[in-house]
C-alpha cells in the first residue's frame, strides 16, 4: 500500500485538503471557498456546518480525480483559523453560528476585562498584549451578556479545530498553539486560567482536555471515514494554528527564520524556544506547535485588501482572467511591475478591518494617502502591495526589539505567487526572501508534518521538514530601491500616528 497524508487547512474564506507522500510530495488537493456573513460591520459569521461540508466536498473532488486512492490515506491532520467560536449543547449540535476570528462585536467585553484583570497581567498570562474584541475570552462574555439562553444551554465551547476533531472522532480536545489567543489559557502553566473562566463564567468541565500538537486523538469514527471515502483506521491527530501550521511547511522551525502568509490576513511567525516577553508589549507571545516552544506571532486583516481591491476595482481584470485563464492577480502583477518602488508617493494603510499588532488599533480604516493626477490603477495597486511589505517590516522591527534575529524571510500564501510582490518585500526588508516548493500549501503540508509524527511516520518534526521542506527560488533585496522604501516606510508610520486620533474619534460615531 502507499501510505499517505492528509493535511486540512481550515482558512477564513476557503478550506483546503491536500493528499502528500512521505517525501513531502504533493498527490492531489482541492479547495472549497465559503462566504463569510457579515450583517453588521463588526459581525462575522459562518454556519458551523459548512466547514466539515467542505472537507467532504474536497474529498470528493479528490477522489473523483483518481489521482490517489484515498484508503491508502493512514493519517489527517490540521490546519486551522485561531479564535473561531463554536457553541454545543450536551448532544454535540452547534447552538449558533460560529462566530469567526474576525468578529470584533465584543469590544465592551474587552473593556470589562481590562477593568478588571489589566492588560498587563493579560500579557504575562496569556501572551497577549491587551484585552480586544477579537478574542474569544470577550466573545464568550459577549453572547453571555446578550444571548444568555444561548450560554446556559452551552456544554462545550470549542474552538474550531476542536469541533472538526469532535466531529471526526467524538472526542473534545485542544492544543496550546489555538488556546493561546483565547485568553483564557495561561501560557505559562499550559493550562486554563481559573480566575478567568470565574468572570466569564465558563465551567472547565465545558471546555475540551489540553493536548500538544501532533499527538495522536484516535481513529476516526467508521460513520465519517465512509462519508470521506477513507480507511477506518486513518489516524486522527491533533493540528496546530495555521500560522504554525504555514512556519512548518515552509521549514520555518530553526532560530533566525521569519514566516510571512498574505492571505485572508498578513500574519508573520517567528519561533523560539523560550517564553520571551517584548519589553514594549507589541508583540505577542503565542504557543508553538512542538512541545515548549514559542513563537512570536501577529496577524492583521491587511491581507485582504488585495482581494478588496480586485474585487471592487479590477473587474476588466477578472474578465480576461474568465476568457483566458490567466490569474488577475498575475494580471495586476503586471500592472503594478509599471509603477516604480515607492508608487510615485501613493501610499496605503491597509486596515480594513482594524489594525494588529504591533500597532493594535480595531478603529483604524483603510487609506489610500498621496494621490495626484498622475496615479493611476497600477498605482493603487503596488500601493496595496508595499503597504504590506511595510507591515512586515514594522512586525521585524518589533522582533528585533526583543533580541531576536531575524536572518531571512520565507514566504507564503497567495502573496509568495507573485514574484514582484516577493521582490517588493525584499527589497522593503532588507531581508533574503526564499520561496520553497510548497509555499501554495504550506499549512496543508505543516499540517501533514504533524500527523506524520503523530502517527509514527517520523521520528521528529524536525527530521520530517528536513526532508520535505525545500526552496524553489530566492529573492534577494536591491540596493538601489532601499533609499525610496526608507521614506516610504517613514511616511507609512507616520501616516498611521498621525490618523490614530481621527480613527479613534471616528468610532465614536
Partial sequence: MNELILGIDVGTTSLKAAVFDHKGV??????????LLTPQPNIVEAPCGIYMDSIVKCMEVIRSGGAVNTQDITAVGFSVQGETLCLLDGDGQPLRNAIV??????????????AHFGDELCYQVTGQVSFEACWPAAKLLWVKENEPEIFAKTRHFLLLEDYVIYLLTGRFVAEGSLLTSTEYWDIRTKKYWPEMLDFIGVDPSALPEIRESGELVGTVLPEMAELLGISPKAKITTGCLDQAAGAIGVGNIYPGIFSENIGAALAICVPTAQLTYDPNRQMPVHYFATPDTYMMHTFTTGGMCLRWFRDGFCQPELDIQKLTGIDAYDLM??????VPPGADGLICLPHLQGSMAPDVNLNAKGVFYGATLQHSKPHFVRGIMESLGYLICRNLE????MGLEVKQIRTMGGGSKSDIWNQIKADITGKTLHVTYSSQDTACLGAAILAGKAAGVFESIESAVDSMVQIRKTFEPNPANRAVYDRQYQMFNLLFKALTPVFNEDSKG
Fill in 26 to 35: 504533493q498527490q492531489a488537493a482541492a479547495v472549497v471557498e465559503y462566504s
Fill in 101 to 114: 476570528w474576525m468578529d470584533n462585536r465584543a469590544g465592551d467585553q474587552a473593556e470589562q476585562l481590562r
Fill in 333 to 338: 502583477g503586471r500592472e503594478a511591475d509599471s
Fill in 398 to 401: 518589533a522582533i528585533d526589539a
